[in-house]
Structures are given as structure tokens and as C-alpha cells.
């Protein structure tokens, strides 16, 4: 040791002892733990900050214990909800008192990473949508204009309108002109493309914010069955399956091949209810943050700033 190195603290040296004996035991390299491999693993294209934020709610000690148990107990009570109001003969529907519920739930009771996450997706599927739109060749279909910055923007721009974005898209897309496809990079139209703004503090959180993103979600799922009338629900859980039919577009319109095969959630002739609901909406969200990701890159690639 030289004059200008300090002794090693007690906890210092236990450290170095244990990181030596995890060492030793594989192969002299330091093992990895699950968050080094994703945070490593850039194979799939993802915003940093999105990415950041999603590693950060995957920590919550509230989704590793309680979490288990709420979805076990949340699913079963949406599935009766769900039976229940497709069966009976009357039906109801209160999509602002709906959407008062989940912005009060997320100012008060969200974790603030997992805010920016929903307030990043209607903005990043609006592109998405707008992508295909501004170069599908047709002239009278309208751009999709659901982009929340805050909370309280979305008391306008609501869950039920962010659904509707995409079955309205496919209804008047209808038929693209597929000659223009595939379209050269320098050539695509990015008219009604947007940076994704989010006018949402990380840093100002209340004691009381401490759901994360999929557990917020187990706690809402029921609420949004039950404030939809059995058709809009219907219609809200099966737009997930128009990933496919989006990722298919896209491919064609860049001349790539990759885009669809992200899709978890395909072929929106088959419908579904609610079983599997809470991995397809999580798969639904990253297939739109990947894709979004991969064409924000291409966009950069052309010298486009936003």
C-alpha cells in the first residue's frame, strides 16, 4: 500500500472479500444480475428515459409482493364484471366520471415514473398511427390528435378517445395505395409527427404515490370494464390486436420485415375477452415504445430534429 492509499473501511473489505468469492465461483468473471442484462441489452430499440423508468418501476417492492396476489383476485372480479355486462339487457356508460377516477388515482396514488410512461404512449401511438396515415396516399383520412403532455390533458384527450384513434384509423384507411410502397427514407412523410413532450415532474412525488405501472393497472382494469357499455369495452381490449395489422403497414410502407414480428398482439378477425388482458396491454405498450423507438431513430438517420 503507498502513502497516498487509505486502509480499507471493515465494510469495504467485506465487499471486496464477496465480490472475490462471486468471482471465484464463476470463472472469475462477476456475475450479472437480471437488471445489468437489461439495462445492457439494447438489441431492441427503446427511448432512454423509457427505458430508464420501466427498470425503475420493475424495483418496486410493491409489484414483487403484493402484486401477485391483486392480479389473481382483480382478474377474477373483472371476468364476472365482464359476463355480467354482456349478458344483461340493459346497459350503462359514464366515460367522464371513468376518466376523473384514473387521473385523480394517477396524481395521487402513482409513482410519477409510471405517469410519464401513459402520458409517453397516447403520444408515441398517435405518431405511430400518424406515420401510417401521412403515407398511406390518401387525402381524406383525418390525423390522430390524442397527445397529453399533463395529467389533467387527459380529461380530454381520454383512454376511450386514445382507443378509438386506432379503430377509427383502420376504418378509414380502408384501402392504401400500396404502390407507393416501399417509399425511400428521404421520400416518407413525417407531416404529423411529434416529439414526445411530457410536461410531468419526476421529481415532485407525494408520500402516497407508490403504485407502479402494472399494478396500477390491475387496480383500474375492473373500473374500465365497468364504465363502458359491453360494446365499447369489447372494442377497447380487442384494438391491441391491430398491432399487427399497424406492424404489417409499417413494414411495407419502409420496406422492412421486422416490425409485425414485434407484435405480440395479432389477427384482429379472431376476438378476445379478458383473459391474458394484463400481458397483452404490457406487450401493446412496448410494442408501440420499440416501434416508435426504431422509426425516432430513423427520423434522426434522415437529420430530421424534432
Not at 355480467?84 to 415514473?113: G, S, T
Not at 406492424?247 to 405480440?264: E, N, P, Q, R
Amino acid at each position: 500500500m503507498s502513502l497516498n492509499e487509505r486502509p480499507l473501511s471493515r465494510k469495504e473489505q467485506r465487499m471486496q472479500r464477496k465480490r472475490a468469492k462471486m468471482m471465484s465461483g464463476n470463472h472469475g468473471r462477476m456475475p450479472a444480475t437480471l437488471s445489468d442484462a437489461l439495462t445492457g441489452d439494447k438489441s431492441l430499440p427503446l427511448d432512454d428515459e423509457a427505458k430508464e423508468f420501466w427498470l425503475k418501476d420493475l424495483k418496486n417492492p410493491l409489484r414483487i409482493i403484493i402484486l401477485p396476489t391483486l392480479r389473481i383476485l382483480l382478474t377474477i372480479t373483472l371476468h364476472i364484471t365482464y359476463y355480467i355486462k354482456r349478458l344483461i339487457p340493459f346497459q350503462w356508460k359514464a366515460h367522464r366520471f371513468l376518466q376523473w377516477q384514473i387521473c385523480f388515482f394517477m396524481k395521487n396514488f402513482v409513482r410519477p415514473e409510471a405517469n410519464v410512461l401513459i402520458l409517453r404512449h397516447f403520444q408515441a401511438e398517435s405518431n405511430l398511427l400518424n406515420f401510417v396515415i401521412d403515407n398511406s396516399g390518401k387525402e381524406d383520412v383525418e390525423p390522430v390528435l390524442i397527445y397529453p403532455k399533463m395529467i389533467r390533458d387527459l380529461m380530454v384527450q381520454t383512454f376511450v378517445h386514445h382507443d378509438q384513434g386506432v379503430l377509427m384509423t383502420m376504418r378509414d384507411l380502408e384501402e392504401p395505395d400500396r404502390t407507393l410502397w416501399p417509399i425511400e427514407g428521404k421520400e416518407l412523410s413525417w407531416a404529423n409527427w411529434q416529439p414526445v413532450q411530457v410536461d410531468y415532474s419526476t421529481q415532485r412525488k407525494k408520500w402516497t404515490q407508490f403504485l407502479d405501472f402494472e399494478t396500477a393497472h390491475e387496480l383500474f382494469k375492473t373500473s374500465f370494464c365497468f364504465w363502458l357499455t359491453a360494446k365499447e369495452y369489447e372494442a377497447a381490449i380487442n384494438s391491441f390486436q391491430f398491432d399487427h395489422s399497424v406492424g404489417l403497414l409499417i413494414d411495407d410502407i419502409v420496406g422492412a420485415t421486422h416490425f409485425a414480428d414485434i407484435a405480440y398482439n395479432r389477427f384482429p378477425l379472431i376476438l378476445v375477452g379478458p383473459t391474458g388482458l394484463s400481458y397483452r396491454f404490457l406487450m401493446h405498450g412496448f410494442f408501440v415504445e420499440h416501434v416508435h423507438a426504431h422509426l425516432e431513430k430513423m427520423r434522426l438517420n434522415l437529420g430530421l430534429e424534432n
